[in-house]
């Protein structure tokens, strides 16, 4: 073997390094990110899954029936801030524009007086029964699908000034939602 061979050989081969080394390199570099959590998880929803999803909540009324929910238990004595975080979630029913008539507020309420919360006719109030009741916590806003499984939650923020936030991320959810939903 020649001088002019080596050299084309060793070229050859330093030409194969290279091509394995541009599809190998690529792969062990993911595989490594992902093992160490290098990467953020891609989330888009805004709210908390909920995983208990054989949760099955129906209503007999007209109103509710086959359309996404926007559910909150409202407790005994409604107060001022429970109004307005309830007015909240009246504004982003409303900011829904063309999809509100897929969507209904619903207020859980028991038989008692709600305090500062008065109702509009954009709300659905159901009275609580004893096995809907337990599911639910007051400081939630939960989204219920067509069919009456619970899949989402939002906290309710305990100040007024993060209550524009809760809001917006319902909105973001529920769009999303109903964009790729073909039930409701």
């Known amino acids: 073997m020649n001088q ?18 541009v599809f190998i390199i690529p792969v062990i570099v993911a595989k490594i990110a ?6 953020s ?18 209503f007999s009324n007209d109103k509710t029936d086959e359309k ?7 407790d005994q004595q409604c107060g001022d801030y429970c109004a307005s975080y309830m007015q909240t979630i009246e504004n982003t029913y409303t900011a829904l524009g063309k999809e509100m008539p897929r969507t209904v507020p619903v207020a859980l309420v028991g038989d008692q007086d709600t305090g500062a919360f008065t109702a509009t006719p954009k709300w659905y109030m159901a009275t609580k029964q004893a096995d809907k009741t337990a ?42 939602l109903l964009k790729y939903s073909r039930i409701g």
């Open 41 to 58: 998880e891609a989330v888009t929803n805004k709210g908390e899954l909920v995983d208990n999803i054989e949760q099955v909540i129906t």
């Open 4 to 21: 002019q061979e080596k050299q084309s050989v060793k070229k050859s081969r330093r030409q194969l390094l290279m091509l394995l080394a």
């Open 68 to 74: 996404w929910l926007l559910l909150v238990k409202v």
């Open 34 to 39: 992902l093992s160490n959590a290098w990467l």
């Open 135 to 176: 599911l639910f916590q007051s400081d939630y806003v939960y989204v219920v699908d067509p069919l009456g499984r619970v899949i989402m939650r939002h906290h309710i923020p305990t100040n007024s000034e993060a209550l524009p936030a809760m809001g917006k991320a319902i909105l973001a959810d529920m769009k999303k």
